[in-house]
T-cell receptor, first 116, second 112 residues
């Protein structure tokens, strides 16, 4: 099966600019996650979708970050305006059954964002 | 809240050495436990998992046993290879929730 697809792989922007990341999960996966991974740290959840509804966005900085998952398939994460501390790898992941707590996450290769 | 603690890296070993990466967790319920591996430039990949106490997950020569009494899920491999060089993340998923909580990762370097 095809894996989780993300684009772009790399992005360099100046602070205060905007940027968008795209993710296409594994076909049939109802749950989609966006994680932020700062260098040397583990992934931190930003937002979780179940189909096209938001399950958890408690750690999303809503003043500058937004995400949507129209039609319950692919998803876009946007940052506007970007800050230096947003430099990180943004990982998208999907999972088959949200109610099955032992269903693992499948990750994309991530987008490395550098804010200068 | 739930949390995962891992031994600090980097860990540097010679090829064929024995590997242990310690992982302990704090959770209110009965989580499932996972080890993920991240190779350079790639996303995280599931290495193994265990869903209940005393379960042993295994894959590619790696093993980890879910120890409820010590709230631990240590990763072991009897003989590491250069290709095992990567960052290893311990993670848990809450029993009745849906969030994955990751540890900070442990970087492993295996020298030929």
């Amino acid at each position: 099966e095809a894996g989780v697809a993300q684009s772009p792989r790399y992005k360099i922007i100046e602070k205060r600019q905007s940027v968008a990341f795209w993710c296409n999960p594994i076909s049939g996966h109802a749950t989609l996650y966006w994680y932020q991974q700062i260098l040397g740290q583990g992934p931190k959840l930003l937002i979780q979708f179940q189909n096209n509804g938001v399950v958890d966005d408690s750690q999303l900085p809503k003043d500058r970050f937004s995400a949507e998952r129209l039609k319950g398939v692919d998803s876009t994460l946007k940052i506007q305006p970007a800050k230096l501390e947003d430099s990180a790898v943004y990982l998208c992941a999907s999972s088959l059954y949200s109610a099955e707590y032992n269903s693992p996450l499948h990750f994309g290769n991530g987008t490395r964002l550098t804010v200068t | 809240g739930d949390s995962v603690t891992q031994m600090e890296g980097p860990v540097t070993l010679s090829e064929e050495a024995f590997l242990t990466i310690n992982c302990t967790y704090t959770a209110t319920g009965y989580p499932s436990l996972f080890w993920y591996v991240q190779y350079p430039g790639e996303g995280l990949q599931l290495l193994l998992k265990a869903t209940k106490a005393d379960d042993k997950g295994s894959n590619k020569g790696f093993e980890a046993t879910y120890r409820k009494e010590t709230t631990s899920f240590h990763l072991e491999k009897g003989s590491v290879q250069v290709s095992d060089s990567a960052v290893y993340f311990c993670a848990l998923r809450e029993n009745y929730g849906q969030n994955f909580v990751f540890g900070p990762g442990t970087r492993l370097s295996v020298l030929p």
